[in-house]
């Protein structure tokens, strides 16, 4: 098809543009009609080792996991194997089944697929080592009894029926479909959805200790190395693990994403495929307004983002964005109206700010003016639009310092890490440091950075520690973090956020 092609080479032709406009080292795009498939990439999928990214580069894609979750339970909803606006609890063992004390009607499958089962609003329930079985997490963090950020500051649980973005409301949905069906999440995923569609570079946890396809796919060539990004210095992030995996462990790539959405959009057109064109339907229906700083004005269904149809017209979408601590973010998107698929990956994280929003990373900028174009008209090639580049120094010793605090604090805070990176991880981290661009200047100082995270190490997870630290670093650090792109003068540790008791 020939405007499709033409909107593959306009798309081809920016995203230098974007990488350079948002200081991201790389961005992996795939296109799709209901019959065709187009993968592309710019940058670098590893700054070090100058690896370049592709549409086949692979990610750690967090959210992009929730669709999974949705669909799972619109399958066995089919086969008459669960209900999904019945009770969850018959479909649960007893310690994962949901006990809010301000529950006043049963809690169900379809409420937490929504966000409004319950459940406060989290990141990925982080950890450094492979997660454990999903029922054994449930059960141990409904006994805790708060979320993992910040050390627990805020309680589990919340009122039902108001949406708070949880990984671990989707994850006792996760752990439904294992108890339902004997079979472990992500077998059971594999085998009725990955497998099928050909998805091959895709892979959840398995919640076992032995490796998994999803350890082999980290480790590969195609795998993209996550950045913190500093204004345009980029320091890689480690491998975080989601004990929340079922609703936020996926890692895929962009083609074999787009192979997921480009079978829903022809299912959304009335073919049966991974589930029946009635199930997917009921995926559609909108059941709650969504407050997120991501994607805002947007309504949530079972498992999906759905975009607002008078608003948007032509431009109404489905699908997901996502995050992935510390180093990428994503958006997928279905037109449906435009018969466009848009999936997209980049792989740095603005430390400045603990949200990116989808018209401020490189990934949700290329969804959106891919859907533009297709809607508005292809631009004419201009045979390559001029690249500025950021000037940038070797970062001193107090930016190194600095860098390592932030970091520090994401991981042992933010994400409420209870163990702590061995030295020569920390020290990886800067000395793997890089400009976006991959420009040939010195990076962090290595020693510094490494006493920045020590230091933050000792006061995590306490808030109010934390708080008193970044104040006693003066208006130096807060102007350092207002020129690596924060929205105020301020050091944005601790993330307020997370750092207090919230949805």
């Known amino acids: 098809m020939r405007m499709f092609d033409d909107l593959a080479d306009a798309v081809r032709e920016m995203l230098p543009r974007v990488l350079a406009a948002t200081a991201t080292p790389g961005v992996s795009v795939a296109l799709a009609t209901s019959t065709d498939l187009r993968g592309m990439g710019a940058g670098y999928a590893d700054l070090a080792g100058r690896v370049p990214m592709t549409g086949a580069s692979s990610a750690t894609a967090g959210s992009l996991s929730k669709p999974l979750v949705g669909l799972s339970l619109a399958r066995l909803a089919e086969e008459g194997q669960i209900e999904v606006d019945g009770p969850v609890d018959p479909f649960l063992p007893p310690a994962a089944r949901p006990a809010n004390p301000h529950a006043r009607q049963p809690i169900t499958a379809g409420m937490l697929t929504a966000h409004i089962g319950g459940y406060r609003t989290d990141i990925i329930d982080a950890q450094l080592t492979r997660p454990g079985p999903i029922e054994e997490y449930l059960a141990r963090r409904h006994q805790i ?17 108001e949406y708070a973005y949880s990984s671990f409301g989707m994850s006792v949905v996760g752990c439904a479909v294992e108890w339902t069906t004997g079979e472990n999440y992500a077998s059971y995923v594999d085998r009725t959805m990955l497998k099928p569609l050909g998805m091959a570079s895709s892979a959840l946890p398995t919640g076992s200790t032995e490796r998994s396809q999803w350890d082999e796919l980290v480790d590969c060539a195609d795998h993209a190395t996550g950045y913190m990004g500093f204004g345009a210095w980029c320091v890689p992030s480690p491998v975080y693990h989601a004990a929340t995996y079922p609703g936020a462990g996926l ?11 480009q079978s829903l ?26 407050s997120s700083p991501v994607t805002p004005d947007t309504f949530a269904g079972m498992g ?55 018209d401020r990373n490189a990934a949700g900028i290329v969804a959106q003016w891919a859907a533009r174009w297709a809607a508005e008209g292809v631009p004419p090639v201009r045979g390559g639009a001029p690249v500025h580049r950021r000037a940038a120094t070797t970062p001193g010793p107090e930016e190194s310092s600095l860098m390592g605090a932030v970091a520090g604090e994401r991981a042992y805070a933010a994400l409420g890490l209870t163990g702590r990176f061995d030295d020569a991880t920390v020290r990886a981290m800067a000395q793997r440091a890089r400009l976006h661009d991959n420009a040939s200047v010195p990076g962090p100082d290595v020693d510094e950075f490494a006493q920045g995270v020590a230091e933050v190490g000792a006061l995590s997870p306490d808030p109010e520690g934390l708080r008193r630290y970044a104040n006693s670093r003066g208006p130096y650090a807060a102007l350092w973090a207002l020129e690596c792109g924060a929205t105020a003068a301020r050091l944005p540790i601790p993330a307020p956020v997370f750092s207090a008791p919230h949805q």
């Not at 009894?145 to 029926?161: A, D, K, R, S």
């Not at 992935?324 to 603005?350: E, I, S, T």
């Open 265 to 290: 959009l022809r299912t959304a057109k009335g073919e049966d495929g991974v589930v029946t064109a009635a199930s997917f339907e009921a995926m559609l229906r909108p059941r709650v307004t969504r």
């Open 251 to 261: 890692i895929t790539s962009p083609l074999d994403y787009a192979q997921l959405l």
């Open 145 to 161: 009894g708060t979320t993992p950020e910040y050390g627990g500051v805020c309680p589990l649980y919340g009122p039902p029926g």
């Open 304 to 358: 999906l983002e759905i975009s607002n149809p008078e608003r948007d017209g032509d431009l109404w979408w489905w699908g997901h964005s996502a995050a992935y601590p510390w180093g990428y973010w994503w958006d997928a998107r279905v037109y449906p109206h435009l018969d466009l698929v848009v999936v997209a990956m980049a792989n740095k994280w603005d430390m400045m700010r603990l949200h990116n929003p989808a």
